[in-house]
């Protein structure tokens, strides 16, 4: 609960009595390797805090293939933000990559944390607008590097958690083959 309270505590100030209901309303739960915690077709329920783990956002596109969008790793929150507050069918799933234990809140728990704590809607503005601007700026590097630069800005973005993702889905992410990772790779060794 200690990683979950800090993390908020970076957005704004928070009195005992507020944590205490943040944390009444946390449940733990753990999600075997490959688990979804969210399903495209499906409205999202639930926001997490990934305490262990990382997750990867994936959707398949129109030729069926499969894409790695996004991975988080621990002490971040975890959902399809905007499905989620909006209560709409998500087009990606949340894939569990790794065995993960998270510290979930329902829709309504999390709703009544929006609705009891003064000032809340100022925390979870600045904590998703970090993450979009994280994602952003992972994401416009993809565009504009070739593809050995593109791996090593993985390398340095997600440095805590590049080493426990497999191969296949770092190449899914950067947007090219096995095949070409595996060359990069032998080449930046």
Not at 11 to 40: C, H, M, R, W
Not at 66 to 85: L, S
Request: hydrophobic share 40%.
């Amino acid at each position: 609960m200690k990683e979950l309270i800090n993390f908020i505590l970076q957005f704004g100030k928070l009195n005992e009595q507020q944590i205490q209901l943040i944390i009444s309303k946390a449940t733990p739960v753990k999600f075997a390797k490959e688990g979804y915690l969210t399903e495209a077709g499906k409205v999202p329920r639930q926001v997490g805090f990934l305490l262990s783990g990382v997750v990867r956002f994936v959707y398949y596109n129109n030729k069926g293939q499969e894409i790695t969008h996004y991975f988080v790793g621990e002490g971040q929150f975890v959902t399809d933000y905007a499905r989620f507050e909006t209560q709409i069918v998500a087009s990606e799933y949340i894939q569990a990559i790794t065995p993960c234990e998270f510290l979930m809140f329902e829709k309504e728990d999390w709703d009544e944390i929006g609705n009891t704590i003064v000032g809340w809607a100022e925390i979870e503005s600045k904590m998703a607008k970090k993450c979009l601007h994280e994602s952003i700026e992972r994401r416009s590097r993809l565009i504009t590097e070739d593809a050995a630069s593109r791996y090593r800005s993985f390398l340095t973005g997600f440095e805590k958690i590049a080493s426990r993702v497999p191969l296949a889905y770092v190449a899914s992410y950067l947007g090219i083959t096995q095949q070409s990772l595996s060359r990069i790779r032998k080449n930046i060794r």
